[in-house]
């Protein structure tokens, strides 16, 4: 059996606790959970997604975002409408108070990936995006 430290998906496990309470710690004081950012970090960056793109996008389950809009949308972060064609597609829009949610969680968001990007290259960074993108396939 390999020592503990030498299982790199625990390794990335640990990693990845490390980065999430950092930036939990960050998001708490606007009452945004860090799951619920990515989706808020989606609709800053293009407004009027549907449920199901959010989920593509972030390779989450469909149950797991419906559940995460909704309190978003009670915390008064987005609303959903919905669609035109589709009475089952839920398009999800930011509010006046989510558009200013994102004025002070965006910079907080660029700060947190420069902190964890310190020190590492871009050559680095495109071998560590290339590495995960072969062991996330791996598991395909």
């Known amino acids: ?3 503990l430290q030498e299982y790199i998906s625990i390794f990335i496990h640990q990693t ?3 980065l999430t309470n950092y930036i939990k710690s960050k998001l708490a004081p606007f009452q945004l959970a860090p799951e619920q950012n990515l989706i808020m970090m989606l609709l800053w960056e ?3 997604l549907n449920q199901n793109e959010i989920a593509e996008k972030l390779k989450k389950d469909k149950t797991n975002i419906a559940r ?3 309190n978003l949308e009670q915390k008064g972060f987005i609303h959903r409408v919905v669609g035109e064609h ?3 597609s839920l398009r999800v829009f930011l509010t006046d108070e ?3 949610l994102g004025e002070q969680v965006i910079p907080i968001a660029e700060e947190f990936n420069r902190l964890v990007c310190k020190g590492i290259t871009e050559e680095e960074l495109t071998e560590l995006r290339r590495i995960l993108t072969k062991m996330s396939s791996n598991m395909e």
Do not use: A, I, N, S
Request: charged share 45%; glycine share 12%.
């Open 16 to 18: 990845d606790l490390t």
């Open 46 to 48: 293009k407004d009027g």
């Open 1 to 3: 059996m390999l020592p």
């Open 86 to 88: 589709d009475r089952r």
């Open 98 to 100: 989510g558009k200013k």
């Open 68 to 70: 995460m809009v909704y």
